[in-house]
């Protein structure tokens, strides 16, 4: 039982690898900022929870519908393979 969840959990980790997405545009990210601020709140980068850095870039996870916000210096952390829009 606990090592067919674990299986799970790998496959799913793998497909996720193939679907990723980095959405750096600019004029996209200040829209969906301006949504957020319409709602009462901001976005917030997921990994420092910096309320003041600028939000540089969402990753898009699409096999399981999640989405990373990150600031500029979270996303220079990550090590994405082709140049990053900026
Ligand atoms: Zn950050």
């Not at 829209?31 to 420092?48: D, E, K, P, W, Y």
């Amino acid at each position: 039982m606990l090592s067919e969840v674990s299986r799970g959990e790998a496959d799913r980790d793998l497909r996720d690898l193939s679907e990723v997405e980095l959405m750096t545009d600019r004029a996209a990210l200040e829209n969906l900022s301006a949504v957020f601020r319409a709602q009462g709140t901001i976005m917030v980068c997921h990994v420092c929870d910096e309320v003041n850095e600028l939000i540089a870039g969402i990753i898009v996870l699409r096999a399981s519908e999640e989405a990373w916000v990150l600031c500029g210096p979270c996303l220079r952390k990550i090590p994405m393979q082709g140049p990053l829009a900026s």
